[in-house]
């Protein structure tokens, strides 16, 4: 009895060991990274229960770093944002596995590697707000902000697209007149743009980001609409609608005329029944 006992604690002393030395964890699998304006997070699959999880993460410029949020987490994501803040270099992240239960870290944890990222040409890049200005009878203004990022200056204000590619960023604008279907495409490096317009027209506009170096778009925009200076009415309302207008109108009349008509037989037939009482 004393012997199996014995044997029973060194089997449970064995498994607990091979527990706290990750053998029996398995790594981590679909490790792969999300960037959008350069907020930058990993994400993966777990493989085992009762896992947390430490994330690391290096460049080829910088050594390796671990965010305190991402260590010993049993979340299956972590956003590596502040750690990735040259946005030139090349990152490799690795997610550790450890038992939820041990508080140790040990040497040789379970470890899935992330391919790598370069966030200049693998971040994707959203709209770019815009607005849309009638300056005059002939003369439409538009002006581009350029978006906001999630990398940020020494002072922790965050940069914009322009910031970060400088140049190597351009706008290509998409441009119709109203109630038309002709698209037509301007590039621009500027923020502000002044169009020439046909006067009293309605014009259309969206907008889309562009990166020259590395080659890659946003996306493109909503569209707004300048007004319509010096435009008719008529024009406003639509050719349908004024056409209903006027059917409307010509409608009025003729019941007017209708009613005037009828109202005039039955004076004439009044007034011919009280000169000839004897017809009546």
Request: proline share 5%.
């Amino acid at each position: 009895m004393g012997s199996a006992a014995i044997t029973l604690g060194f089997v449970l002393v064995c498994l607990h060991c091979r527990l706290s030395s990750g053998t029996l964890l398995k790594p981590v699998t679909n490790v792969k990274w999300k960037s959008f304006n350069f907020l930058t997070s990993l994400e993966w699959e777990k493989t085992s229960e009762d896992v947390t999880y430490s994330v690391r993460v290096s460049g080829i410029k910088s050594n390796w770093k671990k965010k305190p949020e991402c260590t010993r987490t049993t979340t299956t994501s972590c956003d590596l944002t502040s750690a990735m803040q040259n946005v030139s270099d090349t990152y490799t992240a690795e997610v550790l596995s450890y038992p939820a239960g041990d508080a140790e870290e040990n040497e040789d944890p379970p470890i899935a590697k992330s391919p790598p990222i370069q966030l200049l040409r693998d971040t994707l890049i959203g709209q770019a707000n815009f607005t849309v200005t009638r300056k005059n009878t002939t003369e439409i203004e538009l002006k581009i902000y350029d978006p906001f990022t999630h990398i940020r200056f020494l002072n922790h204000t965050r940069k914009t697209l322009r910031d970060i590619y400088g140049s190597e960023l351009e706008y290509k604008v998409f441009y119709w007149k109203d109630r038309t279907s002709g698209k037509k495409t301007r590039i621009t490096k500027e923020q502000v743009i002044l169009m020439d317009g046909d006067p009293g027209v309605s014009y259309c506009f969206s907008i889309q980001p562009h990166i020259t170096s590395p080659y890659k778009y946003g996306q493109e925009s909503g569209f707004k609409c300048s007004s319509s200076e010096g435009r008719s009415p008529i024009d406003d309302i639509g050719t349908g609608a004024y056409a209903l207008m006027v059917l409307g109108v010509l409608l009025l009349i003729a019941v007017v005329v209708g009613i005037t008509v009828c109202m005039c037989r039955r004076k004439t037939a009044h007034t011919l029944a009280e000169a000839n009482p004897l017809t009546a």
